[in-house]
């Protein structure tokens, strides 16, 4: 039987199998003894041990698409990251290292402005123009209001969607909007897996309908890129695409090398320069890193 991880905590693993409901399962040995670790979002195979009790086994992992270290999730479709227009204004250099985060990993990523009603329409063009420039899709909703919810709730469906910001931003607001047509068998999941010992708060999957889920990532705040060199980075910045390989120096860091296209196309402004800033600020941060573990 066939179905998906979709919470992990002290050493039960909880799996959505279609049309037959969560069962809580052990992991089988084999895993720890070939330094493997289910992960939440995984896809698996398990072994029922009672129907009427819905336990189980995992005793296979299929392949991954992807993973995320921090938090630790699996088999990621797409991310929506939600910011406020304002109370409080977006962070630049927290939005751009979600991005980087995103891109080394290839998920697809949107990025949602909410409370646009505090905002202007000036600020809203000003975002729009600085990320859509990028690549990314951007959204604007005022979730009190349930303005451009059906919007966010249309990008949602049929896809494994990790949802994150900053708090205060109305993100918990926005994700609760989306299960208000919460179907009889996921008000169950939540039941089950609310109860006993299990209640710590850790990453899951919440489903939001058949083949719809929505990563639930407490804290998710504090963003991680596992093992990236500073020689990378500019992989992970949309915009500087074009301009690869038109340098005068093959490999140009797009720093401080003289004939960089990406530093003249910021001098004509065809590049943010915020976001160049926080592209030299990550660079260094990894160049520190890189000297550190030499």
């Known amino acids: 039987m066939n179905g998906r991880i979709i919470k992990g905590i ?13 069962y809580e399962c052990k992991a089988k040995g084999i895993f720890r003894k070939n330094g493997q670790k289910p992960l939440v979002g995984d896809l698996v195979r398990i072994e029922v041990l009672d129907e009427a009790e819905k336990t189980a086994n995992v005793v296979e992992l299929y392949p991954r698409k992807n993973e995320l270290i921090r938090p630790a999730v699996a088999n990621i479709d797409q991310a929506i990251v939600i910011f406020a227009l304002k109370d409080p204004e977006p962070n630049r ?3 751009d290292r979600f991005l980087v985060m995103m891109e080394h990993v ?4 949107t990025i949602c402005f909410n409370k646009c009603d505090l905002g202007t329409e000036k600020d809203r063009e000003y975002w729009k123009r600085v990320y859509e420039h990028t690549g990314y899709s951007v959204l604007f909703s005022a979730a009190l209001e349930e303005d451009g919810v059906a919007e966010i709730r249309q990008l949602l469906e049929g896809h494994t969607t990790v949802v994150a910001g900053p708090s205060g931003v109305g993100k918990s607001t926005i994700t609760n909007l989306m299960q208000s047509e919460i179907c009889m068998e996921t008000g169950e999941i939540s039941r089950k897996l609310q109860r006993g010992r ?11 309908s058949e083949g719809t889920y929505i990563v639930d990532t407490p804290g998710f705040t504090s963003l991680y890129t596992a093992e990236m060199e500073k020689e990378q980075l500019k992989f992970c910045f949309p915009e500087f695409a074009e301009f690869e390989g038109s340098c ?3 490999g140009c860091a797009h720093m401080n090398e003289p004939g960089c296209k990406v ?5 004509e402004g065809r590049v943010s320069k915020e976001r160049y800033e926080n592209y030299q600020m990550f660079y260094e941060e990894l160049k520190e890193k890189e000297r550190r573990r030499y």
Request: net charge neutral; proline share 5%.
């Open 10 to 22: 002290a050493g039960f693993y909880y799996v959505d199998v279609v049309e037959s409901g969560i």
């Open 93 to 95: 250099a927290l939005l």
């Open 106 to 109: 290839d998920v697809p990523v």
């Open 198 to 208: 299990h209640t710590t708060r850790h990453s899951q999957l919440i489903p939001i």
């Open 248 to 250: 005068r120096f093959q």
């Open 263 to 267: 530093k003249e196309a910021l001098k």
